[in-house]
Every structure is written in C-alpha cells, then in structure tokens.
C-alpha cells in the first residue's frame, strides 16, 4: 500500500491542476485553452477574455479548490472522532446554524423592515452564516466539558439541527417573495458568488482550519483505536475534541458561509480517499482527502456550467451512490 502513496499524490495533484484550468475553458462562453493560459500570464488576449479569466472564474475555481479541500478534510475528521462512517461536516449542527443565520438576515431582517443595501447584502450573508457557525461552537464546547460520551454529542447535534430547521421554516413561512427566492437561492450553493473580498478573508479562514487539522493529526491516529486507548497514551481527551470542533467549524462554517451549504462532499471524499489509498494513516488521509476533494468539486462545478444546473446538485447525484455503497458495505460486515 505504501509504494502506490507517492504515485498517487502526483496523479492527484496533476488531477487538480488539469481540472482547475479546464475550469477555466468551461462557462456560458468556451474559451480555448491557449487563451486561458496568455490571460493568466498577461499575453496577448482581448481584453473581454482576460476579465472574464481573471475576474470571474479564477476566482471561482481557486474558491472550489479550497471548499473542496476544507469540507473533505472536515469530514474526514468528524468520522474518526464519531468513528461513524456517515458522519459528515455537519453532524454537530455548523450547517444548521449557518442556515439559521442566513435565514434570520435574508427572511427575518425584512419582516423587521431591516433589509439590506447594495454590496453589504453578501457581506451581511456570510457574516450571518459564520456568526450562527460559531454560536453552535459555542454551545457544542460548553456541552463537552460535560458530556463525555461523544455519540451522545452526535445525537444532541442531530437534535440541534433539527430544532434549528423547525425555526428556519417559520422564518420561510412568515418571509416575503423576494427574501424567500434569496434564502433558496443561497440553500442550493454557489461557487460562483465569493467576492475577491470574501475570498481575501476565505482563504486565511481555511488556512487556519487546515492548520488545525495537521496539527490534530496524532490525536485522530489515536482515536482511530477507541477514546480509552488513547485516554492510556496520555492524549487529553477534551482538548483535542475541541481542536477538532474549532478546526471543523472554520472550515464548513466558513464555506458554508461563503458559498452555501453544498453536501455530500465532507461525506463521501474520506471514503474515496480510504479506498484509493488503502490507508487508515491521517498523515496520508489528510492531504489525500484535500486532493480528492479539490478534484471532486472541481469536477462538479465544471458539469454545473455545461448542464447550467447548481452545483450543489451535482454533488449530491455524485455523493449519494458513495454513501449508499458504505452503507450496504457496512451492513454486509456486521
């Protein structure tokens, strides 16, 4: 299994590179290769071309790398901790409250006659969605310093979620037109939507959340073999579940925040990247979850521009016959 680990990582990263310029070529106008690539190192283009590379989808194949990354990296972390082949990035209920915070600035601000104005409006969007990210932090660490079975946490996540969506519907029930077709419109994910101004702030969030992640590392090697094997090993327990939460949080709460929620991929990308690598080890499953997940979305936003269809779309019909193949897999070993 070791001898095909380096092999992989290059096909994997020659994967990202050809699919992020190919992402490039693909949109309601096709643009050749050669002209993507003189746009990109400033040669002679039109300048219709060059806006269009630049301006627009760099910026949205750089956000689909990183949201891919950041959301199978979060996944793969949530299915050690639970030790839960189907737990995803939101099993804790980060999802939820994005939503919640989206809905409560989109459905709830008009109902209050609070609307917002001109460029702000996306700004107060994500900034809702990472504010509701961070209040379930909050309330998922202050429930784990007392409640130390971790599948109790899984099920009050659930039960969270759940509440939190009752909510959100009275919202969208009470809500306008106008505000609805935005929170729905936010609901099916978009790539397309970040800002170089978001993405300036983005960027470092995932950055830090990805950190986080290597440097849990160890703690989830141990995990893998049970909390009491690791508890025996000396690892503290609380803390490195909380670095896991603060790590999972800003990295789907933040692309939550920015580009909506898109499933499926914090879901089925560990499992693609065990498959391929054969390999249990985080210090092979993390930057390989990275790569695969970078390629998947990838992959996705590029069948989303030909089929004119929402991204988020593409990731559940490429994402559900993944998690279906776990679970009768799962229930032919028990």
Not at 80 to 91: D, I
Not at 162 to 179: D, K
Not at 299 to 315: A, E, F, Y
Request: hydrophobic share 55%.
């Amino acid at each position: 299994m070791k001898s095909r680990t380096a092999p992989l990582f290059i096909v994997l990263s020659f994967a990202t590179a050809a699919l992020f310029l190919f992402d490039l070529t693909t949109g309601a106008v096709s643009i050749p290769p050669g002209d993507v690539w003189a746009a990109l190192t400033g040669g002679e283009v039109p300048e219709a071309t060059a806006k269009i590379v630049r301006s627009i989808r760099l910026l949205k194949a750089v956000v689909a790398v990183a949201a891919g990354a950041a959301l199978a990296v979060s996944g793969l972390q949530m299915q050690t901790l639970f030790r839960n082949p189907l737990a995803g990035p939101y099993v804790l209920g980060i999802n939820s409250g994005a939503s919640l915070g989206v809905a409560l600035f989109i459905l709830g601000a008009p109902l209050l006659g609070a609307a917002g104005h001109g460029a702000m409006t996306s700004l107060g969007i994500a900034g809702a969605a990472w504010a509701g990210s961070a209040a379930v932090l909050a309330v998922i660490a202050a429930v784990s310093r007392r409640i130390r079975d971790i599948m109790v946490m899984l099920i009050l996540g659930m039960m969270f979620s759940s509440g939190v969506g009752a909510v959100v519907q009275i919202l969208q029930y009470l809500s306008r037109e106008e505000a609805l077709k935005s929170f729905v419109i936010w609901t099916m994910g978009s790539l397309g939507d970040v800002t170089g101004g978001q993405l300036a702030l983005l960027l470092p969030a995932v950055g830090m959340g990805l950190a986080l992640a290597v440097a849990v590392i160890k703690p989830l090697n141990l995990l893998l073999l049970g909390e009491q094997y690791a508890r025996t090993m000396g690892l503290d327990i609380r803390r490195s579940r909380q670095l896991i939460f603060l790590s999972t949080t800003l990295l789907a709460g933040t692309v939550t925040a920015f580009c909506g929620p898109i499933g499926f991929v914090g879901l089925a990308v560990p499992h693609v990247a065990r498959m391929l690598f054969g390999n249990a080890d985080h210090r092979v499953l993390m930057p390989g979850a990275a790569l695969v997940g970078a390629c998947v979305l990838l992959g996705c936003d590029i069948v989303s521009k030909l089929l004119t269809l929402p991204v988020n779309t593409i990731t559940a019909l490429v994402g559900i016959p993944i998690v279906v193949w776990v679970v009768v897999r799962n229930q032919s070993i028990a």
